[in-house]
């Protein structure tokens, strides 16, 4: 009594199968392809973003300026990164040339012979 119910499973899951295979190679498969393929492209990714704001009660506008302000910071900040490197160069030059001052040499820039 098990084997007809064993038998009629696994023809039912072949023909389930092969019925999915057929289907999925026609047009149904071709545009479920294209709409998959189209998760990754950019416009994609911004109506998302769209819908993500939509549902979080947030205005579109204000998330444009939100991200306008964090751009104008990511901004200020890499300013002030270029500031401290040459602050840091500036010092470390300035302590060479006072550790030669104190070793008895003349100070000199590097490069200089």
């Known amino acids: 009594m098990r084997e007809p119910v064993l038998a009629a499973l ?6 389930l199968t092969l019925g999915t295979a057929i289907v999925l190679r ?6 479920l392809a294209q709409w998959i393929a ?3 492209s950019p416009e ?13 009660g947030r205005d579109p506008g204000e998330v444009s300026e939100l991200r306008a302000e964090v751009e104008e910071l990511q ?5 002030v990164q270029e500031r401290l490197d040459f602050a840091e160069r500036v010092l470390a ?10 070793k008895g040499g003349a100070a000199r820039l590097p490069g200089e012979s």
Not at 10 to 15: A, D, K, R
Not at 26 to 31: E, F, H, L, R, T
Not at 45 to 56: C, G, I, P, S, T
């Open 44 to 56: 994609h990714k911004a109506m998302e973003a769209k819908w993500a704001e939509v549902a979080a």
């Open 38 to 40: 189209s998760w990754g």
């Open 93 to 102: 030059r300035r302590d060479d040339r006072a550790g030669a001052l104190q």
């Open 10 to 15: 696994v023809m039912g899951f072949i023909t």
């Open 75 to 79: 901004r200020q900040l890499a300013d």
């Open 26 to 31: 026609g047009p149904i498969g071709k545009a």
